[in-house]
């Protein structure tokens, strides 16, 4: 299969569509505690998107904002259950990478669930290591937060 990864911004409908099968898939996972993570994954609007796509379709999604000066937060990583284990959540964070980079950024953190051990396994097979949860998830038990130098 042929991917592509393209740069966006959140106003992208593809980006949208993933989003909302991320947040279906976010909700199985989690039950009733999914409804303390909505607050921080409100997405307004961002002009650092990526879309990943197999031929024609949107198949993955993922984005960075602004932490502080010198830090990305990864957000909204999304790849469909179908293209899983191919290779192409790594590709996709490594674009993220890359433009964080562009954009002056020094290091990457993200945070995801404990129960999302397809991610953790991507974050961790691609250089990032676990720090103490930050900002809004640091009582959060069911967090993990990870971080990179770009």
């Avoid at 593809?14 to 989690?30: A, G, H, T």
């Avoid at 999304?78 to 954009?103: D, Q, S, T, V």
């Avoid at 945070?111 to 009582?139: H, R, W």
């Amino acid at each position: 299969m042929d991917y592509r990864i393209v740069r966006t911004n959140s106003e992208n409908n593809d980006f949208r569509s993933l989003i909302s099968e991320l947040d279906k898939e976010l909700s199985i996972r989690n039950g009733d505690t999914q409804f303390c993570y909505n607050v921080y994954n409100k997405i307004d609007w961002l002009e650092t998107v990526i879309i990943a796509y197999a031929g024609s379709v949107a198949v993955g999604c993922c984005c960075f904002k602004q932490y502080n000066d010198s830090t990305a937060e990864v957000k909204r990583m999304f790849l469909n259950p179908g293209y899983r284990g191919k290779g192409l959540a790594g590709k996709m964070l490594h674009e993220i990478e890359i433009w964080a980079k562009e954009k002056g950024f020094r290091q990457a953190i993200l945070e995801t669930g404990l129960k999302m051990v397809e991610a953790i396994s991507v974050y961790k097979k691609s250089g990032y290591t676990v720090i103490p949860n930050y900002g809004q998830y640091a009582d959060n038990a069911d967090s993990i937060c990870f971080s990179k130098r770009l």
